[in-house]
Structure formats: C-alpha cells, structure tokens
C-alpha cells in the first residue's frame, strides 16, 4: 500500500465513521456488542453469575455514590402474575450495590396502578425496604427535572425523574412482557416508568419518543428479569406466563431487547422502536451482530 | 356536648374501618329500619335502630335530647333567639306528615325523604368538607347550615315540627299514652290509635308518590357506586349522608349535581375525570346505612357492572390517528378491552360482557382534549362474568 492508498482508504473510512460508526466498529472488532444470558432459578446466583461475566459490579457502581434502580413495579398485581420485576431480583440486586459499595440506593417508579397498591402487591416495596433501598413515587415538581433530547426525532423535551439523570450509577432491571400498544415491553421502554407525561408519548407516536427517550438516557447496565414472561394481555395481565428461567444482562440497551423479543418468537426488527432505536445509533439491534453468551447458574 | 363531639368525629370519619362510619347513621331508625325495609335487605347494623325506638317508648324524645347531634346544634343556635322560643308550636306538624309520607314510601320501595333525615344532614355537612370546591358539596354543606338558619330565626321549629325522626318518636309518645289509657279505661271504643284519617292519608300519599318517583328514571342513567340499588330506588333510598362518599379511597364518587334530575340531586355518582373504581376496593358497599349500596364482598363487587365503556373511532388514537396506543386495554383491570388491527396499528374494541364501568380506561385514555373512550350508566346493573385468570 503507497501512501496515496492509505489516504485513500483513510478518507473513506473516515467517511464510512460519520456516516454509520457502528457499523465501522461492528466490522472492525466483529461482535463487540455483548449480551450474556443467564439460566437458572435462583435470583441472586444468577445476577451475580451475570455481572460477574460483565465485569463485576466494580464496573458499575461506585463507591459512596448514589445507584439508581430502574425496577417495573407499575401494576397492582402479584409476583406470580408477572406483570412487574420479581421482587427476589431487586431485593438481590439492592444487597450486591450495597456490598460493591454503593451509598445511596434510590428506585424511583411512576406506577400506572396507585403507587401504594402496585409497590406492596407487586413484593416490591417490602423486598426494598428489606434489602435497604428506597422506592418511592416521584412527585410532581420536586422529583422530576426537564431534558432537552438533542437527538430526538419527535420527543425534543420531557420530563423526567430526577435520579434517572443525576446519579453516579444507573441500571435499567425491567421484567419482559408483552404489550398491545408496544408489542413487547421490556428494557427500553421501561423508561416510561420514569417520564411524569407518558400520554404525550402516545399521542405523539408510541415507538419513535421510546427511541428518543433512549438517545438520552442510558443505562450503564440492563438486567432484564424473564424468569418468567407474560406472553398474553400484557403489560397488566393476567395473562398466560412461560419461565425461560432467564436473566439477560447486557450494556447495550438495544441488544438485550433485541434477544429479550426472540423469547417471545419474535424477531427483534418486528418491534418498530428496536429498529428506531437501532437506527438512531443507540445499539445494535441485530442479533447476528451481537455475542450473545449463555452461562448457568 | 361530648355527644357532638363524638358525633362531629364519626362524621368527620378520620377514625379508620367500616364500623366507625356506620357507628353515627346506624342510629337512626328512619335511616336502618325504614331503608331496610324499602330495600327489603337486612344488615345487623340495623338493629342499632331499634333501641332508639324502645328508648323512644319510655322516655320522651330520649333520642332529640341526649344523642342527635343536629339537635344540639339546632338548639344551641336557638338559644341565640329566646324572644322567637314559643313561635314554632304555631306551624304545622310537618314532620309528621313527612314521616307518614316515608313509610308509605317505603312499603312501595322508595322512601321519599331519607335526605331529611338528621343524621344524615349531619353527616353530609362533614362530607362537603373533604370534596373538591363545586355547586355538589356547597349544596352537601347546606342542609346542615340551613336548618341551623331555621332554628335562629325560628328555634325548636325543625326539631319539632320538621324533623321526621323528631316526629318518629313523638308518634311513639303517643302511641304509647293511648296504650296505658286503653289498659286503664279498658273500654272498647277507645282502641283507636293516635294515627287519624288525615294520617293513612299522608302514608297512602307517600306510597302514591313513591311508585310515580319510581317511574321517573333519570335518563341517562349515570354511573352509581357498585352495588346500588336499582335507578328507580337509589334515589329514594340513599339519604345523601356522603358515607360513600367519604369512604372512597381514590375519590372518584361525588355527590351529584345535575347528572341524575333533581331527584338525584346530591347522590352518588361516579366521576371519571381525575379517577376510577378501583379492582381491589369495596369500602363504599360497606358502610351504607340505608341499603341504598348494597353491602358486596370484594369477590362479588368485582363482578358488579356499574357502567359500560365506549370507544368513539373518530377521537381514538389508535383508530383515528394510527398511533401504536392501547392505553385503555393497559390500563382494564378485567381484560374487557380486546385489541383488532386495523391499518396495521391495535386499536381498542370494549367487550360489553366483560366490562365493569370502572372508569381505568376512561381517566387514563390519552387522547385530547376529549377522551375517546367514555363510561356510560345503566340503569340495570348486572353481574358479568369475571376475566379468566390463566
């Protein structure tokens, strides 16, 4: 190769980076994007199993500094009905930041059924209270902060809970489920428990403000619970559950929703917003791109 | 004093449980007896009803003078006037008449004044307080405020010529003075009771109105607590105390103002703009005191149908503007919302045999400025098989 080549192929990788990065890096180093899958029945183990591959908590949270838990307690409905994050799962995951070192452990949760009901139906506010993190229901004024969405294509503001955007640690740890305006719910819409006007999201439309929503906000990790998935009349139930006995981790929010949604038979680009969000740069939400690893625990 | 004090903090109901909100209104026969007898429903809260009638027989108005809490406040307002004291006797019996009326009613299904009865004007005062500001509660409020305006302007008047309970236990004075005369003078020609034509008159009129008030639907029917009595009673029984009302955790019943025509003025009516019925709350079937909300076991309320939703495709999200929504169906505790594509979106069909009225898929349905599905009345109200659980 004389120099011109390398200019040459320089400038044309260069332009290939403004105009698709992903796909660049997805090329260079193939399969960058990790998702690991864990099998099992114990909560705890598995989390532990699934961080542990993903670096270990050190990579998340830090020390002294406030960790925000993003859980789905949004229903007045039991654990068994699989309609919000299994208790067992926030609980273990509140003892691990805790024992990584974390300070302040905060889950702030908009619920759609009246907070007290959803937060003591759903085990929830009792496992939290055990394991020594606060949940609590955002007040309007107080507990929400504006975000202005740069990326955005049809959500350009919104009104957020404050301890989604100002923490040191934040983690996404949603309960896969079906969802008849959504298709599937799992982690990228499970934003929507922490947005104060989520009616402006329907109006508007449904998939791209998910996207948009995602642009700005992300994860440092994503724990999806489908231990057990409700695979009819979701997001509420009751509907008809199956237990894939797993927990899916991943860093990339657009991967382990695209994995999440073949639980369900489903391809991950039949869910409009994964491809949105796909497109948008977010994450890769094409499997084959994707190393999705499986561990037992 | 202390009675009123008692009284005003029942009614004030911040002591939690059923029993505390019945504790006051239970007291009244009008209220437990004749309501039970109208709804033809029986509940052991009624039989607080009867000492009060007993004690009636022996001791002169026992109940005016020493537990009605609107007594007291009517006659402490009084005192303000003495110089007017002795005016009320020259007005008619009212009271009786009213009394009558009611019983007469009641046979017939409809007791016609219940809203009169003092407990029950007491208690609604204290409801008017805990509601949102509107015409409803000023008007709840004013009944108590009212007849202590009667009373500074003409003291004693209510509780002796207007008051039906007041009234109840007079008849029962004399009803027990011609008792003892007969057994005294143990002649034939005196068993004549103190009631006169005039008053077969008065419980024949009431029973007349009752069954034409029974005609009178309110159309549409709006939506009542679950549990109400059918529409051509509900509004001749529920005495307008507000017990419901007060009992309501997520607030959604309101007293009525318009809704249901004047003879459901001040009822209770479900208000989905800012709430719905909750699945998993039957407090306003347990504490009233008249039967007019039947009392439900939380099994059975959940199968209670209180109103039926309705899609309008024109203003709908989903239907009307393809947007991927769903809301309604999210939201329904009772899986009555099926979902059908239509250009390429779900869009949200109600299931009428499924749907209970509660309202989850009216206040939470996004579009604006004007929902797009609305929960309408029945008059019936049905009991509808519940969701499959899987």
């Given at each position: 190769m004389d120099r011109r080549e390398f200019l040459k192929a320089a400038a044309a990788t260069a332009v290939a980076a403004t105009l698709n990065p992903r796909r660049l890096f997805a090329e260079e180093s193939p399969r960058a994007v990790r998702v690991v899958v864990v099998h099992g029945t114990d909560a705890a183990r598995m989390l532990s199993a699934g961080i542990e591959s993903l670096g270990g908590w050190q990579a998340f949270v830090r020390p002294g500094g406030k960790t925000t838990l993003k859980i789905n307690a949004a229903w007045a409905a039991t654990p068994e009905q699989g309609a919000n994050t299994t208790p067992a799962l926030v609980a273990a995951a509140i003892r691990a930041c805790r024992t990584a070192g974390a300070g302040a452990i905060v889950l702030p949760e908009n619920p759609c059924s009246p907070a007290e009901k959803s937060f003591q139906m759903s085990g929830i506010g009792a496992a939290a209270q055990r394991a020594g993190g606060r949940l609590y229901e955002p007040q309007a004024g107080r507990d929400y902060v504006t975000l202005e969405l740069s990326r955005g294509q049809l959500l350009r503001q919104v009104s957020v809970v404050r301890d989604v955007i100002e923490t040191d640690c934040l983690i996404n740890m949603p309960v896969a489920k079906t969802h008849n305006g959504a298709t599937l719910t799992i982690g990228m819409k499970n934003w929507m428990g922490s947005v104060r006007d989520r009616g402006h999201w329907h109006r508007t439309g449904l998939h791209q403000c998910i996207a948009d929503f995602n642009t700005a906000v992300r994860a440092h990790v994503t724990i999806v619970d489908a231990t057990r998935i409700m695979i009819t009349n979701g997001p509420r139930g009751p509907g008809k559950l199956e237990h894939p006995n797993q927990l899916i981790c991943g860093t990339d929010p657009v991967a382990v929703d695209a994995y999440a949604a073949t639980l369900f038979r489903l391809q991950p680009f039949d869910i409009p917003y994964i491809q949105l969000a796909h497109d948008l740069g977010?994450?890769?939400?094409k499997l084959a791109d994707v190393d999705v690893q499986h561990l037992t625990a | 004093m202390l009675v009123f004090l008692a009284a005003a903090l029942l009614a004030l109901q911040i002591l939690p449980g059923h029993p505390s909100a019945r504790a006051l209104t239970a007291w009244s026969p009008l209220m437990s007896l004749l309501g039970g007898l109208a709804a033809r429903a029986f509940s052991v809260w009624m039989l607080l009803g009867i000492p009060v009638l007993v004690l009636g027989w022996f001791r002169c108005r026992w109940f005016c003078r020493y537990v009605c809490p609107m007594g007291f406040a009517a006659e402490a307002i009084g005192r303000l006037n003495p110089k007017a004291r002795g005016r009320f006797a020259r007005l008619p019996n009212i009271g009786r008449l009213l009394l009558l009326g009611m019983v007469g009613g009641a046979l017939l299904g409809y007791p016609l004044f219940m809203w009169l009865d003092p407990l029950a004007l007491f208690t609604g005062f204290f409801s008017g307080w805990r509601l949102p500001l509107a015409a409803s509660s000023f008007v709840l409020v004013l009944g108590f405020l009212g007849i202590l305006g009667i009373s500074l302007v003409r003291p004693n008047a209510w509780c002796h010529r207007l008051c039906p309970l007041g009234a109840a236990q007079d008849l029962l004075m004399a009803a027990r003075r011609q008792w003892r005369f007969r057994r005294e003078s143990a002649s034939a020609d005196a068993f004549q009771l103190a009631l006169t034509r005039r008053d077969f008159l008065g419980v024949a009129a009431g029973g007349a109105a009752a069954l034409l008030m029974r005609r009178v639907g309110a159309l549409p029917p709006p939506v009542r607590p679950?549990?109400?009595?059918p529409e051509d009673q509900f509004t001749g029984l529920c005495a307008r105390c507000g017990a419901c009302i007060r009992a309501c955790p997520s607030r959604v019943i309101r007293p009525d103002f318009g809704k249901s025509g004047l003879a459901g003025l001040l009822t209770p009516v479900l208000d989905y703009s800012e709430a719905y019925c909750f699945e998993y709350c039957h407090e306003c079937t347990q504490v009233c005191p008249t039967g007019a909300i039947e009392k439900l076991l939380l099994e059975s309320k959940r199968h209670r149908a209180i109103g039926l939703a309705e899609v309008d495709r024109d203003t709908c999200l989903a239907w009307?503007?393809?947007?991927?929504?769903?809301v309604c169906q999210e939201f329904c505790p009772y899986l009555a919302i099926n979902s059908v594509v239509h250009r390429g979106v779900n869009c949200p069909v109600v299931k009428p045999d499924m749907c209970r009225g509660c309202g989850a898929c009216h206040v939470h349905c996004p579009a604006r400025p004007d929902k797009a599905i609305v929960v309408r009345g029945l008059a019936q109200r049905p009991a509808r098989p519940l969701a499959d659980i899987l």
């Open positions: 977010i994450g890769c939400g | 679950p549990g109400a009595r009307h503007d393809r947007q991927y929504c769903m």
